[in-house]
């Protein structure tokens, strides 16, 4: 069967140009094998004989945690490294790929976690740029004509005259999908594909990739943290661990704690046992805060609450929403436009922020390598950044510098974080390490207050299990805690109470014992509950 | 790169010792006076020779010494004035504005004591000399300073301001001691009065005792930034505003506090070279040369990483060749310039070899291909 046979059999809209890949390939077909893959760097081995296959039809995801060797995996898969060892057929045919072009031309194609797409042009011309029809006169019309009807047969919506730039961060992603696609990929590797989408960008592109199955492309989402998506698209998950393959499972025979366990190496803990506190004393009292964002637009809306001695309140919501504004307010970054913070009885609001962190409010930023943290600077330096003020560490002006040794010596091995020493860069750290050692400090100061924005973003599952543990020790020790999460199940499980935002105003508090999952949701959406109580 | 069995690997560096650093500008020190040779060569001077010359009259020559020493102390304040902001990511481009309005300061307390009258005004130096001083770091600070409070409070671009604000002060010079001017010359050269007997700088070993300032302010410098909480706030500011802030630090003062000190430190040189250096004594004609000079202190501060202490080698090495290279242009009859030519050959090659500060070239043995 030839290529316009397939066509005609099953009457579909292809590609104009389709790379050089054998058509006859059924359902069920092997169409990318990878045999005892082994890759070195200097000092490890990022690969060890990794063997995996694909079907046509298939989705087939790969689960490891950061530096399980997932990366370089991909990267090989991609034509960007080569194996030192193995071999990789496509399509029954054995290949070497010096580029990714090579991939490309065998029918690979690669949506990339952070975005490689022109912002200033528009959807279209990202799809069809590199396309080698691209190089000739272009039949814009065709090609639109063209891109619509294949968004349509996966269920995409895009406008395929947007602006790059004016997209949100999922339907970027779709832009790379299609970009893909109309270069004719049959094998379609996705990295992360839902760490930058709010709950309903997700759903809809499970279903995108679902019908791509369907029709008979091999998908391969490399995943890191989200265990529900593994299990609700993919029909086979392949997991390593410190560059091996651990496990090669049917989704059907596996749950989440399986994976998981699979992944970290041991068991993990997913229901956190809330310690069980009373909650004491009002801590913090906020009364119709607002302020503006940095567009110098309303981003938060008169919200209203309490936290209590020994009580976490979550505030759960899609990126965006104000989320951001409210922790920076709070913690004297953003100046109020209106409304009180009321801290321990007193008014805080003009407040500055040494006065803040003198007073006993903590706070973990989301962005833990621009504002978190100091990536020039030693451990020891940067757990200064919270006590350099300290009367307990700085006398007269003059850091006791062997003292913050020691208690960054005591915090690395509280906390366990895994670093050659106090003395090496934060810049070194993994992701996970950076957040335990940003963690350690505020906690070290014990305040009454924490405010923790976006805790265990990006984290693997066993620094996120360990924060979330952390987490609630603060609030055993009796801190009032405020957590923000674009997490819903984070802020379910930890939280007492939950406060669900949109666009900058707090739709109701529920009471996590009386809280559904459903009704969360939809109030993250802009539904006020009706159920609620302050 | 292959050479037979092995071949030429780039690294990146990840820690840089100061050994290392050290041994990297040496190299590059030699590298430079090995091209700079090319000018001796055409202009048929043994380069040995010359090289000789304008070492050891800058080195070793009682005259030549005292010349690079008083250079020395003027280029170390003008790289202090340079570093404090540079440590707290902020670039300084007003040495020579700075250092004109310490000069000018320093001036107006003498003016104001009545010693324009006459060289042999009786004026008593224990009071006078300490004011002038004083007026020199606060004068070259509040200039300083008011780059400081546009760029905390409005955050205008501090480059642009600081070397606008030089010519202002340049001109502001002009008008005090050219015709007409208050600090002018009696005798009217364009230049400022001289300075009562009384109040020469006292002399160390025939070096004004600045230097004692200069070399004090280097060690005191150091410590702040190592050990005091004002140093480390001013760390953190230069390698992340928005951390800084996080941890409480108030980008306004930190960056009124760098510009005013780094402003003091130029105020300071200003002092030096027109009130202290033997022989000079006044605001020179030519005070426009020794602002352009101020400017090897940027020079001198990136080729140190911003570090007080090893910027005094740094400073002397300029200072030096600054002065033997103007020796030798007279005494072997060379062209106009040589002095600029070799401090820019100089700074450019150490400027090129800061690559080997971040990246290192290693031999690695190429495996057999099987």
Known sequence: MTMSEVRAVEGRVEPPYMPDVPAAFRPGEVILEMRNITKR??????????????????????????????????????????????????????????????????????????????????????????????????????????????????????????????????????????????????????????????????????????????????????????????????????????????????????????????????????????????????ILRVENLSTLNDKGLLALKGVSFEIREGEILGIAGVSGNGQRELAEVLAGLR????????????????????????????????????????????????????????????????????????LTKELIIEFGVSTPGPEAKAKT????????????????????????????????????????????????RGSAVLLISEDLDEVMSLSDRIAPIYEGEIMGIIPAEKAKKEVIGAMMAGSRGEETQQ | ????????????????????????????????????????????????????????????????VLLTINRFIFLLLATFAFIIPAKAGLWNIGMSGQL??????????????????????????????????????????????????????FDVNEIVLTMLLNFIAFWVVAHMIKEGGPFMNPQGRGESFALPK????????????TIVLALGFAVILEFVFRKTTLGYQIRAFGQSPPAARYAGIRPFRIALLVFFLGGAMAGLAGYHYFGAVPGVYKIARTYGYFGDLSFYGIICGLISLNDPIAAIPVALLFGGLSIGGRFVQ??????????YALLGVLMITLVAFQFFYWNKITLVRVQEES
């Open chain 1, 41 to 282: 760097f200097p000092g490890v081995v990022a690969n060890r004989r990794i063997s995996f296959d694909l079907r046509a039809g298939e989705i087939h995801a790969i689960l490891g945690e950061n530096g399980a060797g997932k990366t370089t995996l991909m990267s090989i898969l991609f034509g960007l490294l080569q194996p030192d060892e193995g071999e990789i057929y496509v399509f029954g045919k054995k290949v070497t790929f010096r580029s990714p072009l090579d991939a490309i031309n065998m029918g690979i194609g690669m949506v990339h976690q952070h975005r490689k797409l022109v912002a200033a042009h528009t959807v279209l011309e990202n799809i069809i740029l590199g396309h080698p029809r691209a190089g000739r006169i272009l039949n814009l019309k065709r090609a639109e004509e063209e891109v619509v009807a294949l968004a349509e047969k996966y269920g995409f919506r895009i406008d395929p005259r947007a602006r790059v730039w004016q997209l949100s961060e999922g339907e970027k992603q779709v832009v790379e999908i299609i970009k893909a696609l109309y270069r004719g990929a049959r094998i379609l590797i996705l990295d992360e594909p839902t760490s930058a989408l709010t709950p309903q960008e997700t759903d809809r592109l499970l279903e995108s990739i679902e019908a791509m199955a369907r029709s008979g492309l091999g998908v391969v989402p490399f995943i890191t943290h989200k265990l529900p998506i593994v299990l609700a698209v993919s029909d086979r998950v392949t997991v390593l661990r410190r560059g091996e393959v651990v496990a090669r499972l049917d989704t059907k025979d596996v749950t989440e704690q399986l994976l998981a366990e699979k992944m970290v190496g041991r068991p993990v803990l997913f229901d956190l046992k809330k310690p069980d506190v009373q909650p004491g004393e009002v």
């Open chain 1, 335 to 406: 100046k109020p436009t209106g409304g009180r913070i009321v801290f321990e009885g007193k008014d805080i609001t003009q407040a500055s922020v040494l006065d803040r962190w003198r007073m006993g409010i903590g706070y973990i930023p989301a962005e833990r390598k621009d504002v978190g943290s100091i990536g020039e600077f030693s451990l020891v330096e940067n757990v200064l950044m919270n006590f350099y003020f300290d009367p307990g560490m700085a006398r007269n002006g003059i850091i006791d510098y062997a003292k913050a040794l020691r």
């Open chain 2, 198 to 209: 009384s109040l020469h700088a006292p002399l160390i070993f025939g070096v004004p005792f």
């Open chain 1, 429 to 476: 750290l993994s992701g996970g390490n950076l957040q335990k050692i940003i963690l350690a400090r505020v906690m070290a100061r014990r305040p009454r207050l924490l405010i923790a924005a976006l805790p265990t973003q990006g984290l693997d599952i066993g620094a996120m299990e360990f924060v979330r543990k952390k987490i609630l020790e603060a609030k055993a």
């Open chain 2, 330 to 339: 007279g005494k072997l009859h060379m062209g106009f310039g040589l002095d």
């Open chain 2, 100 to 153: 004109y309005v310490g000069a000018l300061a320093a001036f107006a307390v003498v003016y104001a004591f009545g010693g324009k009258e006459s060289i042999s005004a009786p004026l008593n130096p224990w009071i006078v000399l300490p004011l002038m001083v004083l007026a020199a770091f606060l004068g070259g600070a509040l200039m300083g300073a008011l780059a400081g409070y546009l760029k905390g409070k």
């Open chain 2, 1 to 64: 790169m292959r050479i037979g069995r092995y071949r030429l690997k780039l690294e990146k560096r990840v820690t840089l010792p100061g050994w290392q650093a050290a041994l990297i500008s040496s190299f590059a020190i030699l590298v430079a006076l090995l091209l700079f040779s090319v000018i001796f060569l055409l202009a048929h001077i043994d380069p040995l020779v010359a090289y000789k010359e304008i070492f050891s009259y800058a080195f070793t020559n009682r005259y030549g």
